[in-house]
């Protein structure tokens, strides 16, 4: 078999199984109900992974993906995964979030804090074992790392999922939305904190002041231009502060999510940027998740990880419901409310991937560890669609009545 294929013959193989099957199972199996395809393509990454596939054909396993081949793939899902992280970034709509300071503050707050507590205390009895933290890791910054992890709500995933529930553009719509933007900005300050090398320091802060630097050069840019010169000049600005932030070992991440959250999403026409979104999300990333589902191992017994994973959910989950709840509380919002927001903060899927991607590449969790996550973040994401769906509709009936 492997005499009759080239390394590209390989390499288009696997990329139309990557392609074929999550879409045919997403549309024969009707689960445009549940969630979005990107969570069956995520899905589909994991099988595809030496977890389950490569126990089941190991050899086939070894022939689709050889070191060639996945030197191939790793390429498109790191420029992928670049893209993706900076349109997260532009995504980010401050000015609303400033405009409510007070709600937006206290909610995304508490959103944030309680489950990253929740979580730091199934971090803290991980971390008795060594096994589950990164050969780079000190117990802080594991700690930190799952706590945050736990906290992630997952910004584009969260678009995706209200505008299948026909909400996107409505009030607690548009409130969950600047929740989830501003808790989008504490994780990724927070991952820049755990990445912090006190040996590379200077570096690393000079990599900083020199962005805020240029930030200022290329705000004064971008209006100037001419509407196509502006893609071809956010383009060469995400390349230069991934490529500047790699060099600072804050990962190439970091840098791209940086190049996003001072690029304004007005200097480009809303349509052409939701085509962008969803170009990317079709052709690119799926290739990001089967590299993701590739690194999953579950190291100790399968029954252990799934165990973690499971005390992991219910950190984030609970610890969301009870922080949003909380707020709700202290803003006094109408019974029935802060359920729906917080069971909508559950949305986790891609973020957490790549959240999780830097941790395990920089050596902060141990690749079960990474597995546990990626589960956690899978489920919890899963579970946002039919526990908000039901809820929507009682209201919709209540206000018909």
């Not at 803290?124 to 992890?149: E, H, K, N, Y």
Request: aromatic share 12%; with cysteine; proline share 3%.
């Amino acid at each position: 078999m492997k005499a009759h294929f080239t390394t590209t013959g390989v390499f288009l193989i696997a990329m139309a199984i990557i392609f074929t099957v999550p879409f045919l199972f997403w549309r024969l199996a009707r689960t445009s109900r549940l969630a979005p395809l990107v969570i069956v393509q995520i899905v589909a990454g994991i099988l595809l992974g030496p977890a389950l596939m490569g126990r089941i054909f190991p050899e086939f396993h070894a022939f689709l993906f050889s070191g060639r081949v996945l030197q191939s793939l790793n390429g498109i899902a790191w420029w992928a995964v670049a893209i993706f992280v900076w349109l997260a970034g532009i995504d980010l709509d401050l000015r609303q979030a400033w405009t409510h300071r007070r709600e937006s503050l206290t909610v995304s707050g508490l959103a944030l804090a309680v489950p990253l507590l929740f979580g730091s205390l199934v971090a803290v009895v991980l971390a008795t074992d060594r096994q589950w933290i990164g050969p780079g890791a000190s117990t802080w910054q594991f700690v930190t790392a799952i706590g945050m992890a736990c906290a992630v709500t997952a910004l584009p995933i969260l678009i995706l999922l209200l505008e299948s529930l026909s909400i996107l553009r409505m009030p607690i719509g548009q409130r969950a939305l600047r929740y989830a933007s501003l808790d989008d900005i504490a994780i990724w300050g927070v991952l820049a904190l755990i990445l912090m090398d006190f040996q590379r320091a200077a570096l690393q802060w000079g990599f900083l002041l020199v962005f805020c630097a240029c930030s200022f050069g290329f705000r004064r840019l971008m209006p100037r231009l001419a509407g196509e010169d502006r893609w071809y000049v956010g383009a060469m600005w995400l390349v230069l502060c991934a490529c500047a932030a790699e060099w600072a070992c804050l990962h190439f991440m970091v840098g791209a999510f940086l190049a996003g959250a001072v690029t304004d999403s007005a200097w480009f026409h809303e349509r052409q940027m939701d085509q962008f979104r969803q170009s990317v999300l079709l052709f690119l990333m799926p290739v990001y998740f089967l590299s993701a589902g590739l690194r999953t191992d579950w190291g100790v017994d399968g029954v252990t990880v799934l165990f973690v994973a499971a005390a992991l959910l219910l950190a984030a989950v609970g610890g969301k419901l009870l922080g949003v709840r909380l707020a709700g509380w202290i803003l006094r919002w109408p019974a029935g409310e802060a359920s729906m927001i917080g069971w909508l903060l559950q949305t986790k899927a891609l973020v957490m991937i790549v959240f999780a991607s830097v941790l395990l590449d920089t050596g902060i969790v141990a690749e079960q560890t990474f597995t546990a996550l990626l589960l956690m973040a899978i489920v919890s994401t899963l579970l946002t669609v039919p526990m908000v769906a039901p809820r929507l509709e009682r209201l919709a009936r209540e206000k018909i009545r």
